[in-house]
């Protein structure tokens, strides 16, 4: 029989942007009497907001890692890498791929996402793999490559901009090609937003094709009508698939397997689970996929862990309405949107920059 410690545990499963403000607070969790320990198979967060840049050359690749297994030691907390395949709720377990298990008294789930995919493509989430595609571009030179991007949203538009910067930088020859199923790119964004990224990938030499669903095959995609794409890159941005451990652990989801979440970010299954992130269904929706959300969630799941295991009120999360996002465009200029209002030039791009390495210096 294994007994529990006598400090209660706090789990943090998975270390994505919900999680952060946790464990930039784990001192502060030790010193109030709680055991901390960190879930991931990876020891760096990967920051999404500079993915791109990252992919393009703008930011080194180190510059948007977060030390994540620092931030929950240095604290006094505990790393474990591993990746989480079932939860037993009632036994208050998470069980690891390999079978090791872990105890908690309350978890937070921030697991993220990826884009599905298929054939040979390269996902775009998790974002890391855009490191990966950076080092095939250039290995490849100058030499001769057809890129295809799949999926017409922020995510596919960001990269296929940035992908046509890199390849330019670095004298590559080829195609490039952003397919999209709906009529328009960025469908979730106002019109104004639509027509700048449409006039500004025809600018950089990629090729749009809307309206046309995407087969993916190996080395090639094949479109409604028919058509063939061949390409030696597919890239694929449509649209993320969270993991499947909340369906396999019988914990109740939303329609595409999201953990449910009510308004304090908790669990129905059992008032000490709690997530945060792309993982999960806030009260039965998904939330825009961008990171501005998981990072508002942050302060909730710290407060509302803590409260679950003291037996004190729980603290509301209310999304907001309008947020701000900036898409590097690959030429310098930034794409601004914030609810139907939209900028583009020098500016947004600085501002962009701005915001994204004060976030990461902040966890440093």
Known sequence: MRERPHRPTIALAGGGHANLFSLRRTAELTRRGFEVVLVDPSEHLHYSGMATGVLSGAHAPHENRIDIRRLVERGGGRFVKGRVAQVLHRDRTLVLKDGRTVLYDAVSFCLGSEARAGGDAVPVKPVANLEDVRNRLLDQGSGSLRVLVVGGGAAGCEVAANVARLRRAA?????????????????????????????????????????????????????????????????????????????????????????????????????????????????GFRLPQFGVFAVRQGPILYHNLQAALRDEPLAPYKPQRHYLYILDLGDATGLAIYGPLTLRGRFPLRLKHHIDKSFVKEFS
């Open 171 to 283: 004298g590559g020859k080829g195609e490039i090609r952003l397919v999209e199923a709906l009529p328009n790119l960025l469908p979730a964004s106002p019109k104004s937003a639509r027509r700048i990224m449409a006039q500004r990938l025809r600018a950089s030499g990629v090729g749009v094709t809307l309206g046309q669903k995407a087969t993916l095959q190996p080395g090639a995609a094949v479109l409604e009508d028919g058509t063939r794409i061949e390409a030696g890159l597919i890239l694929a941005a449509t649209g993320v698939a969270p993991p499947d451990v909340f369906l396999r652990s019988h914990l109740t989801t939303g329609d595409d397997g999201a953990l449910w979440v009510n308004r304090h970010l908790q669990s129905p299954n059992d008032e000490r689970i709690f997530g945060g992130g792309d993982a999960v269904s806030y009260r």
